[in-house]
């Protein structure tokens, strides 16, 4: 039974940890990524489609993306799906592809998105807090219901205390990376 309750603890730490990456991914610092652009889609013969389903995304240098349709007749679509996403880039259509240029990031805005970090930061650690209120409270039912002994239950609790202290510092790894990141101009 303890093993079981740590095991579901690390599964919910390790998913809290996933999402804080996925979301933090999506903070834009200035430099071109491809992710991006993940939240992009693309009319494309009436069906909804990731932009990176109908075009070769790239990024020729730290600023800039480049987007080559594979169909030439879906350029358009392409240039109005980016204009009505939240990407926050005007796209320049010469024809064949699709320039996107990242625009700089003033102090202002680069503290305001850290504090928006922080926030995201603090969700994910509140996420790793419930997964271990969890497993000691599932490890509390089973001494009281004798199913393990006071011994396990202690040891059960130190180890899953264990596990959210390195969860804990994960997610404090990653954001001070990502902070760090998001204030070098």
């Known amino acids: 039974m303890v093993q079981e309750q740590q095991r579901a603890a690390k599964d919910h730490m390790e998913k809290a940890v996933g999402a804080l990456m996925n979301e933090l991914k999506k903070v834009r ?5 491809i992710s991006m652009l993940d939240s992009v ?3 494309y013969y009436g069906t909804p489609t990731p932009l990176n389903q ?15 349709p594979w169909d030439g007749s879906v350029l358009k679509e392409i240039e109005s799906a980016i204009v009505k996403s939240d990407v926050g880039m005007t796209p320049q259509n010469d024809g064949k592809v ?13 503290k305001e998105m850290v504090k928006n970090i922080k926030k995201m930061v603090e969700d994910a650690r509140v996420a790793v807090r419930m997964a ?14 004798k199913v ?21 510092k994960k997610i404090d790894k990653i954001a001070e ?3 760090k990141e998001l204030m070098t101009v």
């Open 29 to 33: 610092t200035g430099r071109a990524q």
């Open 41 to 43: 889609r693309v009319n």
């Open 54 to 68: 109908v075009a070769a995304l790239s990024c020729p240098d730290a600023r800039s993306f480049l987007i080559s």
């Open 98 to 110: 699709i320039r996107l240029k990242v625009p700089e990031l003033t102090e202002e805005r680069r």
């Open 132 to 145: 271990r209120r969890d497993a000691n409270e599932a490890l509390k039912k089973g001494q009281k219901d």
């Open 148 to 168: 393990i002994s006071e011994d396990e239950a202690k040891r059960g609790e130190g180890e899953i205390q264990k596990l959210t202290d390195d969860y804990i």
């Open 177 to 179: 990376d990502k902070e």
